[in-house]
């Protein structure tokens, strides 16, 4: 999102990136993070900007989609930008299985298997992590070990839900609208 943000501050935007509760460098409170945490953050910084703005235009990226959805359904921003907006993990059978999913694996190690030669993985972690050596054996197995909880998913599939809800018609006239 950084590069989009330059874009738009050069076009005289005044441009707010926000860190979400739980992510970045306050990773180890991930757990204890909820989509209420999430949106809570994300309607204080647009109260934030409204009273230092007139216009507002609100851009999401993915889970960031999502919450400037259902954000955008509250405080209705001049604009409303969606890229990959999150509605939802998989086909209808993932959304079957999840609760047994859940129930039987509380915790993941996702980065367990990591090829952290490949772009896609190092690009991922050094934004996560900004000073991370990768190339450091130690660094790599301690990522390894990285255990995770499956509650921040299901908080995720909760926020997803509800943005996909609240994308109706009849309450966002102007989504979907290509005039």
């Not at 889970?63 to 998989?90: D, H, K, M």
């Not at 301690?142 to 909880?149: G, I, M, N």
Request: proline content about 5%; glycine content about 8%; aromatic content about 6%.
């Amino acid at each position: 999102m950084q590069p989009l943000g330059v874009v738009l501050k050069d076009a005289a935007w005044t441009v707010r990136g926000l860190m979400l509760p739980g992510l970045g460098a306050d990773i180890e409170n991930l757990d204890n993070c909820t989509h209420r945490d999430w949106s809570g953050a994300v309607r204080g910084a647009l109260d934030e900007l409204n009273q230092q703005h007139s216009v507002i235009l609100l851009v999401g990226y993915s889970l960031g989609g999502a919450l400037a959805l259902n954000a955008a359904l509250e405080q209705r921003p001049a604009g409303l930008v969606l890229l990959a907006p999150f509605w939802t993990f998989g086909d209808d059978w993932s959304s079957i299985l999840w609760p047994v999913v859940r129930l039987i694996f509380r915790r993941v190690k996702p980065l367990k298997r990591a090829d952290f030669s490949t772009g896609e993985v190092r690009h991922g972690l050094q934004r996560m992590f900004k000073n991370i050596d990768l190339e450091n054996p130690q660094t790599q197995q301690t990522l390894r070990q990285l255990t995770v909880s499956l509650k921040p998913i299901e908080q995720i599939r909760q926020l997803g839900r509800r943005a996909f809800t609240g994308a109706s018609m009849d309450r966002c006239p102007n989504i979907g609208d290509s005039r």
